[in-house]
């Protein structure tokens, strides 16, 4: 069965980067799939933040793109995200999950989910 | 900015049919959106349920099932059981990227 991991500082300051890692097991990146971020602010419904292929192809949901970096290290098996110039909106529960690949179309296996703080 | 639209919330008696919409603001869902189905219980991670329309995995009870219907998206629950009560967000995926829906709140009563 397919493992995810979230890790990360659970409180960041107003202005400053979040950066939180996806450790995956049982499964190894380079298989193939994309690996996603989704986000979910409390009490609110879950929002895409972007996906990467482990070859380093990425793509970002249009609203934060200018704001999000996703990158992967295929010899620890994890991939990361990197949310800059944070605000109290970027406060959510941020979740992890494997992607589609080229013949399915799937989000199938996701972590438990992180809680991300923003505030002073 | 591409809106995915779910009814905001259903009710359902237990044993009863009840099924959920995804519509998308671009148009017509079709199969080519590869519309998905996530069940959310309170405090958990979101579930997998459908994927490519109408595919279960394989931890998929029978009574879920995925369709296109009226150009929408659709997810049907039939024999409703009290534990299926959750949220339930549809997600479709786009030329650029993919979108969620804004969650249906179930309630079986």
């Known amino acids: 069965q397919v493992q995810l991991q979230e890790s990360g500082p659970g409180l960041v300051k107003p202005s400053e980067t979040l950066s939180l890692t996806c450790d995956v097991s049982?499964?190894?990146?380079?298989?193939?799939?994309?690996w996603g971020w989704i986000r979910q602010p409390p009490g609110k419904g879950l929002e895409w933040i972007g996906s990467?292929?482990?070859?380093?192809?990425?793509y970002y949901n249009p609203s934060l793109k200018s704001r999000v970096t996703i990158s992967v290290d295929t010899s620890k098996n994890q991939f990361s995200l990197k949310l800059f110039s944070v605000t109290a909106a970027d406060t959510a529960v941020y979740y992890c999950?494997?992607?589609?690949?080229?013949?399915?179309?799937?989000?199938?296996?996701w972590g438990q989910g992180i809680l991300v703080t923003v505030s002073s | 900015q591409t809106v995915v639209t779910q009814e905001p919330s259903l009710t359902v008696s237990p044993g009863g049919t009840v099924t959920l919409t995804c519509a998308s603001s671009?148009?017509?869902?079709?199969?080519?959106?590869?519309p998905n189905w996530f069940q959310q219980k309170p405090g958990q991670a979101p579930r997998a349920l459908i994927y490519?329309?109408?595919k279960k995995h394989s931890w998929t009870p029978v009574r879920f099932s995925g369709s296109l219907l009226g150009g929408k998206a659709a997810l049907t629950l039939s024999g409703v059981q009290p534990e299926d009560e959750a949220e339930y967000y549809c997600?479709?995926?786009?030329?650029?990227?993919?979108?969620f829906g804004g969650g249906t709140k179930l309630t079986v009563l």
């Open positions: 997600l479709l995926y786009y030329g650029d990227g993919q979108a």
């Open positions: 049982s499964y190894s990146i380079s298989s193939g799939h994309f």
């Open positions: 999950a494997r992607d589609h690949d080229s013949g399915d179309f799937l989000m199938d296996y």
């Open positions: 990467i292929y482990h070859g380093g192809d990425t």
């Open positions: 490519s329309t109408s």
């Open positions: 671009t148009g017509a869902v079709t199969s080519g959106y590869y």
